[in-house]
C-alpha cells in the first residue's frame, strides 16, 4: 500500500512539472497565430507565433519582432545595410500604398512612378520590404534581424486594465442575475495558475485567488487570508510539541526526507529539530528542501503522526495524510469573513472561478472523493476550498471527514 501511494506521488510530482494543458493552450492560441496582425502589437501582450520542438504552440509571450524569412533564404544573404534599411510592415498591401502616395506628395510634378521608385532607392539604399512575426525570446534568435516591440506607456496600459476589468464585472454580474432568476446557485471552477501568465478568461466567472500573495488583485478577489500560508495556529494535539503557527510549515514540518532518517529508516535527530523548527517558524515555507541537481526534492519517504492518546508514532501515506491538511484547512478557513463572503456570493448567483498553482481541475466524470483518493494529482487548499463551496450544505460528505482515521 505505502508503495503504491509513493510511486503515485512520484507520479504526481512529475506531472506537476510537465503538464501544461495542452489544449486549452492551444486555443487561446488559434486566433493570435495569424499570416497578418493589424494594429500596432506592443511588448508582451501577444502570444509567441512559433511552435515548439514538439510541434506545439508557443505559449510564451511576445516581446520581438523578426522577419518573417525561410531558414537558408533571404536571411542567409542580407547585409547588414540591408538589415538596417529593412522596414517591417505586418500589412504589406498597406506599406506600398503608403510609400507610392507619399512618394507623389515629395515629386508635386509629372514625375512617373518608376521615377519616384528610383527617387527612394537613392536616398534610401536597397529597401527591403518584409512581413514579420512576433516573437518570444526563445524563438527570436536572429539578433541582428530582430527589434523589441514597443512598450505601451504606463498609464494607457492601466487604463485598457480598467475598462477590460470593468467590462469582466459587469459581465460577471450579468450572469449572476441569471443564475438568481433561474433559481441556480453560483458555478465553482478551478483554474491552476502559471508562472507570470494570467488565467484563462471565463465569461461572466468572477477570478477568486485564495494566495498568499494576490491579496491585491485588481482583476479579481483576493483573499490571502484563505491560503495555508496565512490560516493558523494549528492546534494538533501532537504530544509534546506546540502548536504550529501556520497550515504550511505544520504540513511541511510532518514531512520525513531521506536526509533525516537514521540507518534504520526511523526519524533522526535531524527531523526532531526540523519539525520544531517548522511548527515555531511564523514565516510560511512551501518547502523543506530546495530542489537542486535537476531533480525534486519535495518527495518525502512518508509523513509520520503521534497519537495523541498512546503517543506512539504512525508512518502515513500520501493519501492517508490530507486528512489532517484538509481537516485543519477546513476548520480555520471556515471561521474566515472572506470565506463567508464568497459562501453569500455562490448562493446569489455569482460564479467563481478559483485559481491558485495547484488548483487542478478534477478530470471529467470524476468525483471530488475520487479527486481526494488520486495520489498522482495534488490535492491542495484550492481543491479543498472547491469541494467547501460545492458541499456546504453538505459538510459530511467532505471526503477527508469520510477518510479520517485518527483522532484529531
Not at 522596414?87 to 509629372?110: F, V
Request: charged fraction near 35%; hydrophobic fraction near 25%.
Amino acid at each position: 500500500m505505502e508503495k503504491s501511494d509513493d510511486e503515485g506521488e512520484m507520479e504526481m510530482e512529475r506531472m506537476e512539472e510537465a503538464n501544461e494543458e495542452e489544449e486549452e493552450e492551444e486555443e487561446e492560441i488559434a486566433e493570435e497565430e495569424k499570416e497578418v496582425v493589424e494594429g500596432v502589437v506592443y511588448y508582451g501582450e501577444l502570444k509567441c507565433q512559433a511552435r515548439r520542438g514538439s510541434g506545439k504552440a508557443c505559449t510564451n509571450n511576445a516581446y520581438f519582432a523578426q522577419p518573417k524569412i525561410p531558414s537558408g533564404g533571404l536571411a542567409s544573404f542580407l547585409t547588414a545595410k540591408h538589415r538596417n534599411n529593412i522596414k517591417m510592415n505586418s500589412n504589406k498591401k498597406n506599406k506600398k500604398t503608403n510609400k507610392n502616395t507619399q512618394n507623389q506628395e515629395k515629386k508635386n510634378n509629372n514625375s512617373t512612378k518608376t521615377d519616384n521608385h528610383n527617387k527612394e532607392e537613392e536616398e534610401e539604399g536597397d529597401e527591403v520590404v518584409v512581413e514579420e512575426r512576433f516573437l518570444c525570446g526563445v524563438h527570436a534568435k536572429d539578433k541582428l534581424g530582430r527589434r523589441p516591440l514597443p512598450k505601451r506607456d504606463p498609464k494607457d496600459r492601466k487604463r485598457i486594465e480598467q475598462q477590460r476589468n470593468e467590462a469582466d464585472r459587469a459581465a460577471v454580474e450579468q450572469h449572476r442575475q441569471r443564475n438568481q432568476a433561474a433559481g441556480r446557485r453560483g458555478d465553482v471552477v478551478l483554474e491552476r495558475l502559471r508562472m507570470l501568465k494570467a488565467p484563462r478568461h471565463r465569461e461572466g466567472y468572477l477570478r477568486v485567488y485564495p494566495n498568499f500573495k494576490h491579496q491585491n488583485k485588481a482583476d479579481g478577489f483576493g483573499c490571502a487570508r484563505l491560503s495555508p500560508m496565512s490560516l493558523g495556529p494549528v492546534d494538533h494535539g501532537q504530544p509534546d510539541l506546540p502548536p504550529a503557527l501556520n497550515i504550511e510549515n505544520f504540513h511541511q514540518g510532518t514531512k520525513v526526507f531521506k536526509e533525516e532518517i537514521d540507518a534504520e529508516g526511523n526519524p533522526g535527530p535531524r527531523y526532531v529539530a526540523n519539525r520544531l523548527r517548522f511548527y515555531e517558524d511564523p514565516v510560511p515555507h512551501r518547502h523543506k528542501y530546495r530542489a537542486s541537481g535537476g531533480g525534486n526534492r519535495n518527495i518525502p519517504l512518508y509523513f509520520l503522526w503521534i497519537d495523541r492518546r498512546y503517543g506512539s508514532e504512525h508512518r502515513l501515506t500520501y493519501v492517508e495524510s490530507r486528512q489532517f491538511y484538509c481537516n485543519f484547512y477546513e476548520r480555520l478557513a471556515s471561521q474566515e469573513p472572506d470565506f463567508q463572503k464568497l459562501v453569500e456570493m455562490v448562493e446569489a448567483g455569482t460564479n467563481l472561478q478559483l485559481c491558485g498553482y495547484d488548483a487542478h481541475p478534477l478530470p471529467e466524470g470524476q468525483t471530488i472523493e475520487g479527486a481526494y483518493l488520486d495520489p498522482s494529482v495534488p490535492f491542495g487548499h484550492e481543491r479543498v476550498l472547491y469541494a467547501m463551496l460545492l458541499l456546504h450544505d453538505r459538510p459530511d460528505d467532505f471526503p477527508w471527514r469520510k477518510h479520517k482515521t485518527f483522532d484529531f
